[in-house]
């Protein structure tokens, strides 16, 4: 089965760049998303389709998928963009979630 | 505005069954296809299914996990979308969160699928 693999954890002090991975083979063949849950909330996409933002969500979180890996970029993070990170992709029906990684903005 | 809203959730003993039920109102339904993510405590995402609308067949998919325990139906009439849990574990216990599903497809083939708005979730606690 597919597999997606992102860091357990990510540290970043505000107003820099916070950058987090997901790894699977040939990732950068499919769709990636990004999902970005706080603690006690539901998840809420941040990016889809690689690269694109949902309406509402600021312009400060971008992402790119190239060869094994999809990246989500946040530039010039801020206090509240600390949370759980889950990236997602599509394989052969189903669905497929990165372990997550919890960004701390210190 | 776009809203989902799961119910059902609860204590249950293992072995026994559950149903969940997703209510989507603020959105024309019948035209999404609808997924279940669910979520152990401190744990991370999980997919558990999802229902493609009518015009695709209204068929499912499922993890491995949870096929032939777990089934998805909707009743577009209703709004509403079902997790019909049966056989259930402990490792069943978790936040079951309702999403809708966004799908792209290419010469009618799915080659990529994400979620866009999530419920609140309700809580699935298996135990004796």
């Known amino acids: 089965s597919y597999e997606l693999t992102q860091p357990p954890s990510v540290s970043v002090s505000p107003g820099q760049t916070a950058s987090i991975t997901c790894s699977g083979d040939k990732l950068g063949d499919r769709y990636a998303c990004w999902y970005q849950q706080k603690p006690g909330q539901s998840p809420v996409l941040v990016i889809y389709q690689n690269n694109k933002r949902p309406s509402g969500i600021p312009e400060r979180f971008s992402g790119s998928n190239s060869g094994n890996t999809a990246t989500l970029t946040i530039s010039g993070t801020q206090a509240m963009d600390e949370a759980d990170y889950y990236c997602q992709a599509w394989d052969s029906s189903t669905v497929v979630f990165g372990g997550g990684t919890k960004l701390t903005v210190l | 505005e776009v809203q989902l809203v799961e119910s059902g959730g609860g204590l249950v003993q293992p072995g026994r069954s559950l149903r969940l039920s997703c209510k989507g109102p603020?959105?024309?339904?019948?035209?999404?296809?609808m997924s279940w993510v669910r979520q152990a405590p401190g744990k991370g995402l999980e997919w558990v299914g999802f229902i493609r609308s009518k015009a695709y067949g209204g068929t499912t998919e499922y993890a491995a996990s949870v096929k032939g325990r777990l089934t998805m139906s909707r009743d577009d009439s209703k709004s509403i979308a079902y997790l019909q849990m049966n056989s259930l574990k402990t490792e069943d216990t978790a936040v079951y969160y309702c999403?809708?599903?966004?799908?792209?497809?290419?010469?009618?083939?799915?080659?990529?699928?994400?979620?866009?708005?999530w419920g609140q979730g309700t809580l699935v606690t298996v135990s004796s």
């Open positions: 999403t809708r599903v966004r799908i792209t497809m290419v010469r009618g083939v799915i080659i990529g699928a994400y979620f866009d708005y």
């Open positions: 603020g959105f024309t339904f019948g035209d999404y296809a």
